[in-house]
T-cell receptor, first 114, second 113 residues
Framework: SQQGEEDPQALSIQEGENATMNCSYK?????LQWYRQNSGRGLVHLIL?????REKHSGRLRVTLDTSKKSSSLLITASRAADTASYFC??????????????FGTGTRLKVLA | ETGVTQTPRHLVMGMTNKKSLKCEQH?????MYWYKQSAKKPLELMFV???????ENNSVPSRFSPECPNSSHLFLHLHTLQPEDSALYLC????????????FGPGTRLLVL
């Protein structure tokens, strides 16, 4: 598996339902971010969770982080048709040059049906 | 709008052409990034610039040549590309290169014939 791997690859739900997406990674991380991408557009930052945090909320979004299992989940409550997009996790890792970079997963394509 | 613009939005080029992608950020950020997004593959980091200095080259072929004249502008010069280079090229910026939210541009959709 890759450093950032989302599960499921695709998810289709009815408006009003909750959507849960998972991200697994392999190496130790400093923090993990979730991004959203509408079709053919750039990514938009949703939330950042640090390695010493376990849960974070932002509006209808709830993110959890389990560093022992090297996994994170993104929960979108009371989904809306406008939430239809691809969702990516990105893990921050150190580089050999002493800097940092983010590694993105393949994403979960969410479709919310009206 | 995220404050990061990219031009052109769409580009079709032949394998012998030379073209450039431009990215500009209006956020006062110090770090800028080029990513490549291909269908069904993870977003691939290509280059990172921090305070105009290149800090990361993710084993990108030399037919891609980045240029960062100042902290607000980033270019990606393209020459003798291959059809497999067709992808969405995304530019992003952040205040610094560590633990920072990245702000993405809308991307340039590139098709190499």
């Amino acid at each position: 598996s890759q450093q950032g791997e989302e599960d499921p690859q695709a998810l289709s739900i009815q408006e009003g339902e909750n959507a849960t997406m998972n991200c697994s990674y392999k190496t130790s991380i400093n923090n993990l971010q979730w991004y959203r991408q509408n079709s053919g557009r750039g990514l938009v930052h949703l939330i950042l969770i640090r390695s010493n945090e376990r849960e974070k909320h932002s509006g209808r979004l709830r993110v959890t982080l389990d560093t022992s299992k090297k996994s994170s989940s993104l929960l979108i409550t009371a989904s809306r048709a406008a939430d239809t997009a691809s969702y990516f996790c990105a893990t921050e890792v150190g580089t050999t040059s002493g800097t940092y970079k983010y590694i993105f997963g393949t994403g979960t394509r969410l479709k919310v049906l009206a | 709008e995220t404050g990061v613009t990219q031009t052109p939005r769409h580009l079709v080029m032949g394998m012998t052409n030379k073209k450039s992608l431009k990215c500009e950020q209006h956020l006062g950020h110090n770090a800028m990034y080029w990513y490549k997004q291909s269908a069904k593959k993870p977003l691939e980091l290509m280059f990172v610039y921090n305070f105009k200095e290149q800090t990361e080259n993710n084993s990108v072929p030399s037919r891609f040549s980045p240029e960062c004249p100042n902290s607000s502008h980033l270019f990606l010069h393209l020459h003798t590309l291959q059809p497999e280079d067709s992808a969405l090229y995304l530019c992003a910026s952040s205040r610094g290169s560590q633990e920072e939210t990245q702000y993405f541009g809308p991307g340039t959709r590139l098709l190499v014939l």
